[in-house]
């Protein structure tokens, strides 16, 4: 069973709302996370590497202004709608939707104030905490009055985190979250020495605006060919990859299964994903750039954390044969990703 304590971690500016932070501390025997009221940020979490040592491994800020400050969405729950809409549109019954354009000429994780920029209210649970949140009709552009639980819990090694929502009318929805990773701890240079593998036969090629073209292409033969492990710093030399912010077609069916596995050898740290999304967007931190002063007074340059991002296709809204990431009242969006935490 896991431990919850509860603290004050700053007041928000009068220019976002004001209101009271609080960060909750879940801890069990190998694995502590400190989760925000802000956004259902993780902004720490601590797991044992070979040695039984303890290692913060995810990028963040030790204090609330640098969360208040533009930064890309380090350990937030995304949405309305994670990822990329093209140009910030899509019709739904004959409707056009404009959306804010915040990532050039797309609208990305729900806009220019998404449920990683508001308070939260937060339920404390015997092994977690619940967030709750009423995202009203219109906000950002999206139609119908949203319920949506965002619910933490830690069982040993083992992070669960279960999406729940319910609309009042028909709307898009994909929730994810946004932690970047570095197995190493936060703060280590690169990524480099990290070994992924993904377990997914195909992936969607994007535009240079990082929308998908529609293809589903196959793995076999590519440098997306993840489902045996790769490290990745060698990897990407060996296909002159600049990184990757790809979505990764995961097995049908809502049941929880394996879809990637990250393991840093020096360390022996491991990371497991399971999830019952459709989809899992590897991203490699391309756009960090150093500029940005982290924990402890960290650096975070390029390819200094990775993303498994579990979550609807990019786009979906507006490519049919893609799944349909649609919620009509009376339904429940309902999913939950796993991070399993272990050495090797």
């Known amino acids: 069973m896991a431990e919850v304590k509860r603290e004050n971690f700053g007041h928000m500016p009068m220019e976002d709302g004001g209101g009271e932070v609080e960060k909750f501390v879940l801890q069990s025997d190998s694995v502590r996370v400190e989760i925000l009221s802000l956004g259902c940020i993780i902004a720490a979490l601590e797991t044992r590497d070979r040695a039984k040592q303890f290692a913060d491994i995810v990028l963040g800020f030790d204090t609330l202004e640098g969360y208040t400050r533009k930064h890309p969405f380090f350990g937030a729950v995304v949405g309305r709608v994670a990822n990329?809409?093209?140009?910030?549109?899509?019709?739904?019954?004959?409707?056009?939707?404009?959306?804010?354009?915040?990532?050039?000429?797309?609208?990305?994780?729900?806009?220019?104030?998404?449920?990683?920029?508001?308070?939260?209210?937060?339920?404390?649970?015997?092994?977690?905490?619940?967030?709750?949140?009423?995202?009203?009709?219109g906000e950002e552009g999206y139609p119908g009055e949203l319920k949506v639980w965002v619910t933490y819990t830690l069982n040993g090694s083992e992070l669960a985190i279960n999406?729940?929502?319910?609309?009042?009318?028909?709307?898009?929805?994909?929730?994810?979250?946004?932690?970047?990773?570095?197995?190493?701890?936060?703060?280590?240079?690169?990524?480099?020495?990290?070994?992924?593998?993904i377990e997914a036969d195909s992936y969607l090629p994007v535009d240079d605006t990082k929308i998908p073209t529609g293809e589903v292409a196959a793995v076999q033969g590519t440098g997306f060919d993840l489902r045996q492990p790769v490290q990745l710093g060698k990897h990407l030399k060996?296909?002159?990859?600049?990184?990757?912010?790809?979505?990764?077609?995961?097995?049908?069916?809502?049941?929880?299964?394996?879809?990637?596995?990250?393991?840093?050898?020096?360390?022996?740290?491991?990371?497991?994903?399971?999830t019952t999304q459709p989809g899992l967007q590897f991203y490699t931190g391309n756009n960090l750039d150093g500029s940005l002063k982290g924990k402890g007074a960290a650096t975070y340059p390029k390819h200094s954390a990775f993303?498994?991002?579990?979550?609807?296709?990019?786009?979906?809204?507006?490519?049919?044969?893609?799944?349909?990431?649609?919620?009509?009242?009376?339904?429940?969006?309902?999913?939950?990703?796993?991070?399993?935490?272990?050495?090797a």
């Open 84 to 137: 990329r809409i093209a140009k910030g549109k899509f019709t739904m019954d004959g409707k056009e939707y404009q959306l804010f354009l915040n990532n050039g000429p797309n609208s990305l994780h729900g806009g220019a104030r998404g449920f990683d920029k508001v308070l939260w209210s937060p339920q404390i649970l015997p092994n977690g905490v619940c967030f709750y949140r009423l995202s009203p009709d």
């Open 238 to 274: 060996q296909f002159h990859l600049d990184g990757f912010d790809h979505n990764f077609c995961l097995p049908l069916g809502r049941a929880r299964r394996l879809v990637a596995r990250a393991h840093h050898p020096p360390s022996g740290r491991t990371m497991e994903v399971h």
């Open 307 to 343: 993303c498994l991002e579990t979550q609807n296709w990019p786009d979906a809204v507006n490519k049919p044969h893609f799944p349909s990431p649609l919620l009509l009242p009376g339904e429940e969006y309902n999913h939950t990703t796993w991070l399993c935490f272990g050495t």
């Open 163 to 197: 999406y729940r929502a319910q609309t009042s009318k028909k709307t898009p929805i994909s929730l994810t979250n946004h932690a970047y990773f570095n197995l190493a701890g936060q703060g280590s240079p690169d990524i480099y020495d990290h070994e992924i593998s």
